[in-house]
């Protein structure tokens, strides 16, 4: 919860230790982005631009723009939810098979 509602960066220090458990999510990033604006014309206000998830920010800001309908709610629903999750599950069982991941690289250190 803390990591997806809150902020991705309490993964630096995993990312410093294999940068490559970044590219499951860049990856995600780098096909949403087009599917939000071409597929579901979602527009957003500059405090929201790029936030994802983080505290909500970016969902509250496409709201905010757009004002409701139902291809907003549906594209917040799939660009911010559902795709960024399938496509970083799917790259990272991949990465995990190709050896370049392991199950634990995304440990939170809680102490």
């Known amino acids: 919860m803390a990591q997806g509602l809150g902020t991705s960066m ?3 220090g995993n990312i410093v230790k294999n940068p490559k458990i970044w590219i499951p999510p860049t990856v995600a990033s780098m096909i ?3 599917v939000a604006t071409m597929v579901f014309h979602l527009k957003n206000i500059p405090a929201g631009s790029g ?3 983080c505290g ?4 509250i800001g496409v709201y905010t ?3 409701g309908g139902k ?3 549906l594209g917040i629903l799939f660009v911010c939810f559902l795709l960024p ?3 970083t599950l799917v790259l990272g069982e991949l990465l995990r098979k190709a050896g370049w991941i392991q199950f634990g690289d995304l440990k939170l250190d809680l102490k």
């Open 10 to 12: 309490l993964q630096m």
């Open 32 to 34: 949403t982005g087009p």
């Open 51 to 53: 936030m994802g998830t």
């Open 56 to 59: 909500l920010v970016g969902p």
């Open 65 to 67: 723009a757009m004002g």
């Open 71 to 73: 291809s907003m709610w």
């Open 85 to 87: 999750a399938i496509i």
